[in-house]
């Protein structure tokens, strides 16, 4: 039945917030092979398996010469190998990965993960947002693509060496060919960053209207922690915020818009990988991008 609401009432809805959630290591480093999803429906009120309202992540943990299915109905998949070597395999397609490397695949696909050794995938897609809008992806907007570790850490280590260190974020951005002229995300919904966190230093609070996932790529026992909260202090710093200790093979969500700085007080580094929404939000023109200078931010 047709439903009306007085403007005020339904304009602007109080949906439920994305919540700051972590993800620990602890559920891909032992057990059996299995898939884990981060499923935070029940606190979105969303209608099946989300990490947010767009994306769904997880981990895929797979014993040594054992195999995985998976099933994804996604017009992007994004894979990242924690550990370990093998090769995912689906339609007619095989992709071999190591420890580092990150691959983005098309569109619906059974994938069969296999392992030569004790491996771990992190893995995030945006099948929350066709569920939601109900339908399946017709065609595939852009070829299966890999980025092998040696050539991301090499880049960043290149920009680092080049004099970027006082930039707001130190890293690349993953692009594929489809959007190299338009977005230059990692495909039309997801957007992806390798970020190194050198020691000693701070990056200051940004903000956008995407939800990430960051990923801890590597990170010291202690002293690596992000600072999230919906406001700045005075001083330019998240104000009364929420504190996540960076712990290596964790991921963590930052709800959107809320203002959020990385911090490494150890004598290492750091890397992270957060993923987001953000090829949505780029093609939209609705991201948002908002950060505080480096130099208001001290140890930036």
Not at 273 to 286: E, I, K, N, S
């Amino acid at each position: 039945m047709a439903r009306l609401f007085e403007y005020s009432q339904a304009a602007d809805p109080d949906l439920p917030r994305v919540p700051v959630r972590l993800f620990g290591p602890h559920l891909h480093a032992e057990g059996p092979t299995r898939v884990e999803f981060f499923d935070l429906s029940g606190e979105l009120g969303a209608p099946s398996p989300c990490t947010s309202p767009n994306l769904l992540a997880g981990f895929v943990r797979i014993c040594a010469h054992q195999s995985q299915a998976m099933r994804v109905c996604a017009t992007s998949s994004m894979f990242f190998c924690l550990r370990g070597a093998g090769e995912t395999s689906w339609a007619n397609e095989v992709m071999t990965w190591k420890q580092g490397d990150l691959f983005v695949v098309p569109g619906t696909a059974t994938f069969w993960h296999d392992a030569t050794e004790d491996a771990a995938l992190y893995f995030v897609t945006d099948e929350a947002l066709l569920s939601y809008l109900g339908v399946r992806p017709c065609t595939h907007t852009f070829a299966a693509t890999m980025f092998p570790a040696e050539l991301l850490r090499a880049s960043v280590e290149d920009i680092a060496r080049d004099g970027h260190t006082h930039s707001n974020r130190l890293g690349v951005l993953l692009a594929t060919e489809r959007t190299e002229a338009t977005t230059r995300t990692l495909t039309r919904t997801l957007w992806c960053l390798l970020n190194l966190l050198p020691a000693g230093r701070t990056q200051p609070p940004h903000r956008h209207n995407s939800v990430a996932l960051d990923l801890v790529v590597s990170a010291p026992a202690s002293g690596c922690y992000t600072l999230l909260g919906p406001s700045l202090a005075a001083d330019g710093t998240v104000g009364h915020p929420v504190r996540v200790d960076w712990v290596s093979g964790a991921v963590f969500t930052t709800p959107p818009g809320w203002w959020h700085s990385h911090h490494n007080d150890s004598g290492q580094d750091a890397w992270v990988l957060p993923v987001q929404d953000a090829g949505l939000f780029t093609h939209q023109r609705v991201l948002g991008l908002d950060a505080v200078p480096c130099s208001v931010t001290p140890g930036c």
